[in-house]
């Protein structure tokens, strides 16, 4: 089945630095989502991305849906210690037709030292 | 609206008891999904639902089943624990919206430990 290569697995850093993450596919998707999860909790969805090339922003959060629509990467500015926490991305295809699923990234885990 | 609500949060179980988990959204979604979340693999789908009556299996669907009585409620069921089933458990649900997507809004979770 598809499957979603994530990276990087893990990220420690300090208060104020950039993140970048990414999540790159063997094959295409229609949609990319990026979720947050906090300890307990459910995934959040942070952006939605549905038109390759989008780029997409939600506070300090950009996201970009690749133009060869095989990958997607999620940009957090001057991170602050509340974004701790993992982000997943998701693809998406087919969306409204029996047999349409998520495809989840094994995500990324934030840490933030303030 | 509550949104997507799992009960319970927590449940132990011994091998070879059946339970059910509870999921209800009450945003009218047409589409409920049930995953599982373990360490180091993401969330995978067991189940899916595209409306009342009608579900279909996902990618690791063997040992529970479902149904979809109405549109608000998609239960989960485990016949028969194992260890296996240990995991944090997430029902999804969103509206199916044609030639448009719609994002999935997902519950608490339940977490299952199988002794």
């Known amino acids: 089945g598809q499957q979603l290569n994530q990276s990087p697995q893990s990220m420690f850093i300090q208060e104020g630095e950039d993140v970048s993450m990414n999540c790159t596919s063997s094959?295409?998707?229609?949609?990319w989502l990026w979720y947050k999860q906090e300890p307990g909790e459910g995934p959040v969805l942070l952006i939605a991305l549905y038109k390759a090339g989008e780029l997409t922003s939600n506070g300090r959060l950009t996201a970009q849906f690749g133009i060869t629509r095989k990958d997607s990467f999620l940009n957090i500015s001057a991170s602050i210690p509340s974004d701790v926490g993992i982000y997943f991305c998701?693809?998406?295809?087919?969306?409204?037709?029996?047999?349409?699923?998520?495809?989840f990234g094994k995500g990324t885990t934030l840490s933030v030292s303030s | 609206n509550a949104g997507v609500t799992q009960t319970p949060k927590f449940q132990v179980l011994k091998t070879g008891q059946s339970m059910t988990l509870q999921c209800a959204q009450d945003m009218n979604h047409e589409y409920m999904s049930w995953y599982r979340q373990d360490p180091g693999m993401g969330l995978r789908l067991i189940h899916y639902s595209v409306g009342a009556g009608i579900t279909d299996q996902g990618e690791v669907p063997n040992g529970y089943n479902v149904s979809r009585s109405t549109t608000e409620d998609f239960p989960l069921r485990l016949l028969s624990a194992a260890p296996s089933q240990t995991s944090v458990y997430f029902c999804?649900?969103?509206?199916?919206?044609?030639?448009?997507?719609?994002?999935?809004?997902f519950g608490p979770g339940t977490r299952l430990t199988v002794l």
């Open positions: 998701a693809g998406q295809n087919t969306p409204g037709q029996a047999g349409t699923a998520l495809i």
């Open positions: 094959s295409i998707f229609n949609t």
């Open positions: 999804a649900s969103s509206y199916i919206a044609g030639a448009s997507t719609d994002t999935q809004y």
